[in-house]
């Protein structure tokens, strides 16, 4: 079979200024000018009869048809340089990319990654963080750690261990509350989800917030417990990713009360072709995890 004209310098330019969403980064990555940049992506636009990026007042953006190929040239360009470093290193070495939600990797994962090196010494793992918000195809992962409730379209998942939420806060509003109403006292810090601190007043037996009670929202745990060290509120999070700081009193956790409104999950997309490190890794984790929850 004779294969079609790959125009491989140009889908190299768009790949990086896709990366980057910048003609001006993509070339300082590949060592080339800013125009020559320009002038790939303008062949490859013109080799493929669409347009791929759309010049918008903040800079660039992806078209529909960039974002279809923006994927595509990660999984690909990432399998050829795996290739090429195992021949450079005259060994079968596999490379590993995982997102993590930021809360899960600061309260377990990061603690027990020497357990994993030594455990897989020939698997690179490549890490990235994130907020519960992840892109797996168009950041090119093999797996993606996430919270909820284990559904998300077109993914497989694998149940890692529950996450249940309870208010957490420093020493000296700890000593200020005497019933699980107290919290209303001050300002309630919360994630995205709107309804946390409702489910734990309600379980609590006490009342809901009023709308128009202060509130500040986070976008990672680890954030929202820096600002509850600061005494700037009481935080509602998962005890059990912070057990260093509990430890420490550096946080308190003033009420037993706990209710859960998901779990963690180790997730992959459906697409995404299961690899000897893939499956390395998930025997790992759920070891991992089961263990913990048994400790």
């Not at 079979?1 to 768009?14: D, E, Q």
């Not at 320009?38 to 013109?46: D, I, N, P």
Request: aromatic letters at 8%; hydrophobic letters at 45%; charged letters at 20%.
């Amino acid at each position: 079979m004779t294969r079609s004209y790959i125009p491989l310098n140009a889908l190299r330019a768009f790949e990086a200024a896709a990366r980057h969403l910048s003609f001006t980064h993509a070339a300082i990555e590949l060592n080339v000018t800013h125009s020559a940049i320009s002038q790939q992506v303008k062949a490859l636009e013109a080799h493929l009869n669409c347009q791929l990026f759309a010049r918008v007042s903040r800079g660039l953006m992806l078209t529909t048809e960039g974002e279809n190929l923006l994927p595509v040239l990660n999984d690909s360009f990432d399998r050829i340089a795996d290739t090429l470093d195992r021949f450079a290193a005259s060994q079968q070495r596999e490379k590993l990319k995982v997102g993590v939600v930021g809360t899960f990797a600061t309260g377990f994962l990061l603690s027990r990654l020497e357990s994993f090196r030594r455990r897989f010494p020939h698997i690179d793992l490549h890490l990235s963080t994130h907020n519960n918000r992840v892109d797996p195809a168009a950041e090119g992962l093999d797996y993606a750690i996430r919270f909820g409730g284990g559904a998300w379209h077109g993914t497989e998942a694998v149940f890692l261990c529950d996450a249940p939420l309870s208010p957490l806060c420093s020493p000296a509003l700890a000593a200020e509350l005497r019933q699980p109403a107290d919290v209303l006292k001050f300002t309630l810090l919360r994630s995205y989800r709107r309804d946390e601190w409702s489910a734990w007043l309600q379980a609590a037996g006490e009342r809901a917030p009023s709308p128009t009670h202060p509130v500040m929202v986070f976008d990672s745990s680890v954030t929202m417990l820096e600002a509850a060290q600061a005494g700037a509120g009481i935080a509602i999070a998962p005890p059990g990713m912070f057990t260093s700081l509990l430890n420490t009193e550096r946080i308190i956790q003033p009420f037993s009360t706990q209710i859960s409104l998901g779990g963690y999950w180790l997730t992959r997309l459906q697409s995404r072709p299961e690899t000897a490190a893939m499956r390395d890794f998930v025997a790992w984790i759920t070891t991992q995890t089961r263990q913990s929850q048994g400790d």
